[in-house]
């Protein structure tokens, strides 16, 4: 069964004039599972804790290599409402940008990378806002309702490429986009301080914040939804999930869950995002959601 907080209709426009808070009118727990359409075992994951009523939306690579494998698992359990994990850092592009991909077609550049070419030459901006764009035309034209827009590697918190994503949300409709709304003692306390020096997101979270903060001020989009975590990014553990669940708070709960073992055959297009994808915190984060007493009441 498909347990989706985005059921709830909202006027698009009242969520730009920030008359609405999303959390209010849908929910108080958004629970968020990233990289559908990656690879088999990100599928294999995120399809389990849908069928299980663990998770309320998951977001999607428009160029991810098993897009087709996704579509069809949505499809088969009746799910319109995606939504869409920007991309432009990993796979095959789907435009011709020679400033955003090697000469094989995949996208080459990393997150500090891309943020110097959006400061050095202002024309990537065609070039990045072609590509997102093809990427969620992709999604749409697939049959899905695009439920919101967030990235890969977080590149959307580049102001130049927020800038791009806030006016493609606009144009097609999309009603939110994720923030970096996390606070410190917030997520201290949810994750603790072993798991916090265990993972070491500091530096992290401090840029991702900064960024979030100053593309926050350039909008109007609604940005009263709590969010976990980038300081615990891939380690969410069940007892985090425990935490946020009772805490009677507007909270997104980013997560990454998969099935090693079913990825490790595959090939990938880089070693790092592998790595990723095989670790055991992949599990960890599977096993974490299917332990937990998260239910469609959560999301409703």
């Known amino acids: 069964m498909h347990c989706s907080?985005?059921?709830?209709?909202?006027?698009?426009?009242s969520i730009w004039k920030g008359t609405v808070s999303y959390a209010e009118k849908t929910g108080r727990l958004i629970v968020n599972a990233d990289d559908l359409g990656m690879s088999p075992g990100a599928n294999s994951a995120i399809f389990r804790c849908f069928d299980a009523g663990r998770?309320?939306?998951?977001s999607m690579m428009g160029n991810g290599d098993y897009f087709d494998e996704a579509e069809a698992g949505l499809k088969k359990r009746g799910i319109g409402k995606i939504g869409v994990h920007l991309n432009l850092t990993y796979g095959k592009a789907l435009t011709a940008s020679p400033s955003l991909q090697d000469r094989n077609g995949l996208l080459n550049n990393g997150f500090v990378s891309?943020?110097?070419?959006?400061?050095?030459d202002r024309k990537?901006?065609?070039d990045i806002e072609r590509e997102l764009e093809a990427q969620i035309v992709k999604v749409k034209?697939?049959?899905?309702?695009?439920?919101?827009?967030?990235?890969?590697?977080?590149?959307?918190?580049?102001p130049a490429v927020y800038s791009i994503v806030v006016g493609l949300a606009r144009k097609y409709g999309i009603p939110r986009i994720r923030h970096i709304n996390e606070k410190l003692t917030d997520s201290l306390k949810i994750g603790g301080i072993?798991?916090?020096?265990?993972?070491?997101?500091l530096v992290k979270f401090l840029l991702l914040k900064t960024l979030s903060a100053?593309?926050?001020?350039?909008?109007?989009t609604d940005k009263t939804l709590k969010f976990y975590s980038?300081?615990?990014?891939?380690?969410?553990?069940?007892?985090?999930i425990e935490k946020i669940r009772g805490s009677m708070e507007n909270y997104e709960i980013m997560v990454h869950p998969g099935v090693p073992e079913m990825d490790f055959p595959i090939e990938f297009h880089d070693k790092n995002e592998k790595a990723y994808r095989t670790s055991p915190q992949r599990a960890g984060e599977l096993e974490a959601l299917l332990n937990s007493s998260l239910a469609s009441g959560d999301f409703q």
């Open 5 to 13: 907080i985005s059921s709830t209709a909202i006027s698009t426009n």
């Open 114 to 120: 891309l943020f110097l070419k959006t400061v050095a």
């Open 55 to 58: 998770i309320s939306h998951a």
């Open 194 to 201: 072993t798991g916090f020096f265990r993972n070491g997101g």
């Open 214 to 220: 100053y593309n926050g001020q350039r909008d109007e």
């Open 230 to 240: 980038i300081l615990f990014t891939g380690a969410v553990t069940e007892e985090a």
């Open 141 to 158: 034209n697939s049959g899905f309702e695009i439920t919101h827009l967030d990235s890969h590697r977080h590149v959307h918190m580049i």
């Open 124 to 126: 990537i901006s065609a």
